[in-house]
């Protein structure tokens, strides 16, 4: 766990400005204090004095606070600033309204406001479906939390929530041309924030539910998807459900395990743990026990909460008891959707031959990857700094501007299945490897080939 808290990351990252005597001295004290310096160079230059600016990553703040300190006390050194490279990145926010036709005469204004706007209202009172045409709605998407489970954090709130769902409209912008728009809601009352999604519903082309806390986010969904026309989308559910079942599918080239026959266990049955069974299941897995804090989850046993009752509706089908490392004994596979540290190397070593190990906790995972890796066939992570991201990003930009791309009411299994094969067939045989069984994020064929598919599932 220390190792994986003290990974050099772009997340906890600083840029100073500096005058050194000795660049070299700046730089050893980087990296015996454990950061990595990744990038240098000169602002400014003159006679015995050089100013630099270097950037450096340190693996937590604790972490770039004593990195600093040591640079400190370091002789004929003058740090002019320090800076957080994340927090600059977000300061004053990360996106921004534009007009797509800028006004500058009263011709413009005539036609874009008053008095030609009425027209385009009278047309779209007239015919609702052209609103899709004359408005934002077909390209737009409503990002809701209430903040109640934030990825990492918890229970925040939604001014804390905030940045993580500008962020969202960022990748969403970015990756598939499609608007975005943080909707935080100052309530996690369940019914209060289904009536206001549904008031708000005219405005977009879907609904991106975001962070919102198991088992409200249940309800939440499926209540909206009764109510509206458009697809409503819980990401934490079924995001990772598409990218898990898609790393999964190739991984099980790599070990030739069919998938009918794999015996897969769960660790953290929650929104994303319920979700991904389900499209497992949905898949062809036989076999899927799910553990939380006090072991196995099986029919009959006792002080099982509503939702994990449904779950042992269709898991464990042999009613298997015992820990979580009890119940490793033999399994196929290891999907991790709970904390940091819970497996032990003597879990993976129970494990079935080749086994596959998918430690998905964030930050930091249900085991090092430099612990695992020499015992299994697959390591994947949640994390940017290893092989093998299960990223939500690579599934909801594709599924959201394929299903809108359709007009398509809501986001069905058979669209999240379609989804999960088109990123996995973007991995070609001879590409196909332990570290290699996912696109990235910024491979530019990911959106393109999941909204084809997602489209064409639609239509079927």
């Not at 797509?100 to 007239?126: F, H, K, M």
């Not at 109640?148 to 962020?167: D, F, H, K």
Request: aromatic share 4%.
């Amino acid at each position: 766990m220390t190792l994986l808290q003290l990974t050099p990351n772009p997340s906890y990252s600083l840029t100073l400005r500096l005058v050194a005597a000795s660049l070299l001295r700046v730089t050893q004290v980087i990296e015996t204090a454990g950061g990595n310096v990744s990038e240098m160079k000169i602002i400014d230059k003159s006679p015995g004095r050089t100013l630099r600016e270097i950037s450096l990553e340190a693996g937590s703040e604790a972490q770039a606070t004593t990195i600093l300190t040591a640079l400190k006390a370091l002789p004929d050194i003058e740090i002019i600033s320090s800076e957080d490279r994340t927090f600059a990145l977000h300061r004053g926010g990360k996106i921004t309204v534009e007009s797509t036709s800028p006004l500058v005469n009263q011709d413009q204004l005539s036609r874009g406001y008053t008095p030609g706007v009425g027209r385009v209202c009278q047309a779209i009172a007239q015919d609702p479906a052209k609103v899709y045409d004359y408005t934002i709605k077909g390209h737009t998407v409503a990002i809701v939390t209430d903040g109640s489970a934030v990825l990492g954090l918890g229970n925040i709130g939604p001014l804390a929530a905030m940045p993580v769902m500008e962020g969202k409209a960022m990748i969403f912008k970015e990756f598939a041309g499609l608007d975005a728009f943080p909707i935080c809601l100052d309530t996690q009352d369940t019914e209060e924030i289904i009536r206001m999604v549904h008031c708000l519903a005219p405005v977009f082309g879907a609904v991106n539910l975001e962070d919102i806390s198991s088992p409200r986010c249940f309800e939440i969904e499926q209540r909206l998807r009764e109510l509206v026309d458009i697809p409503v989308f819980h990401d934490d559910q079924h995001g990772t459900a598409v990218v898990l079942l898609a790393a999964l599918l190739n991984a099980l080239k790599l070990t030739g395990k069919k998938i009918a026959q794999i015996n897969v266990v769960f660790n953290g049955v929650g929104a994303a743990g319920v979700a991904c069974t389900q499209m497992l299941l949905a898949a062809g897995v036989k076999q899927i026990i799910g553990c939380d804090r006090s072991g196995a989850i099986y029919a009959g046993r006792p002080n099982l909460d509503a939702v994990k009752t449904r779950y042992a509706a269709i898991t464990n089908t042999e009613g298997r008891q015992g820990t979580l490392g009890e119940i490793l004994k033999g399994a196929d596979v290891f999907v991790g959707l709970s904390g940091p540290g819970l497996v032990t190397l003597a879990d993976i070593q129970g494990m079935a031959a080749e086994p596959l190990v998918f430690a998905l906790a964030n930050p930091i995972p249900e085991i090092a990857p430099e612990i695992a890796l020499p015992y299994v066939a697959v390591m994947a992570t949640g994390r940017s700094d290893y092989p093998n991201q299960i990223n939500n990003a690579l599934a909801y930009p594709g599924i959201f501007k394929g299903a809108m791309h359709c007009r398509a009411r809501q986001v069905t299994e058979a669209m999240k299945q379609a989804a999960a094969q088109a990123l996995a067939d973007l991995i070609t045989p001879a590409e196909l490897r332990s570290d290699y069984i996912i696109p990235s994020v910024f491979d530019a064929r990911v959106v393109p080939a999941v909204a084809a598919a997602v489209a064409k599932a639609a239509q079927n």
